[in-house]
Nanobody, 115 residues
Framework: QVQLVESGGGLVQPGGSLRLSCAAS????????MGWYRQAPGKRRELVAT???????NYADAVKGRFTISRDNTKNTVYLQMNSLKPEDTAVYYC?????????WGQGTQITVSS
């Protein structure tokens, strides 16, 4: 069993930055691909970024060049550094371990980008 707890959400002005953290507990966490997804009101959940156990990353086109995903396996934590935030980044952000279909999910953290 894997448990994921996100933190770092909140309200930020356009152009600002935030860093999300996802603390994971459970066995064999280092082998899981980790990811961040988001869901805006009235929209489907979508991939933001993923990182493999070896550190290979993948980003949605909408966030490329602005967001950076990283992981610290010694701390069982994955991060999402978000820069140059836009109002359209407003959503609930979810941490994921093991993939969107069969993986584990955190409870989500709200990010609101507004002036």
């Amino acid at each position: 069993q894997v448990q994921l707890v996100e933190s770092g959400g909140g309200l930020v002005q356009p152009g600002g930055s935030l860093r999300l953290s996802c603390a994971a507990s459970g066995s064999m966490l280092s082998i899981y691909a980790m990811g961040w997804y988001r869901q805006a009101p009235g929209k489907r959940r979508e991939l933001v970024a993923t990182i493999t156990s070896g550190g290979a990353t993948n980003y949605a086109d909408a966030v490329k060049g602005r967001f950076t995903i990283s992981r610290d396996n010694t701390k069982n934590t994955v991060y999402l550094q978000m820069n140059s935030l836009k109002p359209e980044d407003t959503a609930v952000y979810y941490c994921n371990a093991g993939g969107a279909v069969f993986g584990y999910w955190g409870q989500g953290t709200q990010i609101t980008v507004s002036s």
